[in-house]
């Protein structure tokens, strides 16, 4: 069945770059997500990526999808404290379908 | 700001009462809604699909007489969790996705809610 996983915690110095992997097995996926989650809130949508794509840059954000191997990436440069929080991989099929998301890593930012 | 606002944030109530939580969508029109459950430090997992005017469809596993959706407008559904315990203690989230010919949202992928904490004691 359709599976998302990916590390559930990673500890990165403020100003450096966090990398957060993730794998997926369902082949038919056209749209990758990020989503953040603070303590106690509900899920904001960082960015997305169309599965013909290879990379995506947004500010400080830059998701690498390698769709050969179904993993894909979400790299957050110069971490801010205000960067910690609970990241989700998630994947759909298409936009009209359910997401099926990750158990989420998350992310501590060490001074 | 917010595109899908979701009502009440939090609820605490007693074993046996009927609890229900509106998730709106806000100067968008959304034919279909989505409705899923986090336990503590776990993922999100959907419960059902709300399409608006006619009957919500639920995952395997999900009790539809425990879980009654009504998606009654193009900009509200409602999730009763009728009968509580504290094992439906959770938090859930809805999201809401834009009418694909139309609208400002018509492109984009779901919106979700800001989620509601039910504890129950």
């Known amino acids: 069945g359709e599976d998302v996983e990916q590390s559930l915690f990673l500890s990165v110095r403020e100003g450096d770059s966090s990398v957060i992997n993730c794998t997926y097995t369902?082949?038919?996926?056209?749209?990758l997500y990020w989503y953040k989650q603070e303590p106690g809130a509900g899920l904001q949508l960082l960015t997305y990526?169309?599965?013909?794509?290879d990379m995506k840059q947004d500010q400080r954000l830059t998701v690498l999808l390698n769709k050969k191997d179904k993993h894909l990436s979400l790299r957050i440069a110069d971490t801010q404290t205000g960067d910690s929080a609970i990241y989700f991989c998630?994947?759909?099929?298409?936009?009209?379908?359910?997401?099926?998301f990750g158990k989420g890593t998350r992310l501590h930012i060490l001074p | 700001g917010a595109v899908v606002s979701q009502h009440p944030s939090r609820v605490i109530c007693k074993s046996g009462t009927s609890v229900k939580i509106e998730c709106r969508s806000l100067?968008?029109?959304?034919?279909?809604m989505f409705w899923y459950r986090q336990f503590p430090k776990q993922s999100l997992m959907l419960m059902a699909t709300?399409?608006?005017?006619?009957?919500?469809?639920?995952e395997q596993g999900v009790e539809k007489d425990k879980f009654l959706i009504n998606h009654a407008s193009l900009t509200l559904s409602t999730l009763t969790v009728t009968s509580a315990h504290p094992e439906d203690s959770s938090f859930y989230i809805c999201?809401?996705?834009?009418?694909?010919?139309?609208?400002?949202?018509?492109?984009?992928?779901?919106?979700f809610g800001d989620g509601t904490r039910l504890s129950i004691l």
């Open positions: 369902d082949s038919s996926s056209t749209y």
């Open positions: 100067d968008f029109q959304a034919t279909t």
């Open positions: 990526i169309f599965s013909n794509m």
């Open positions: 999201s809401a996705l834009g009418d694909r010919d139309r609208g400002r949202y018509s492109n984009q992928p779901q919106h």
């Open positions: 709300s399409n608006e005017g006619s009957k919500a469809t639920y």
């Open positions: 998630a994947e759909g099929e298409n936009r009209d379908d359910k997401i099926i």
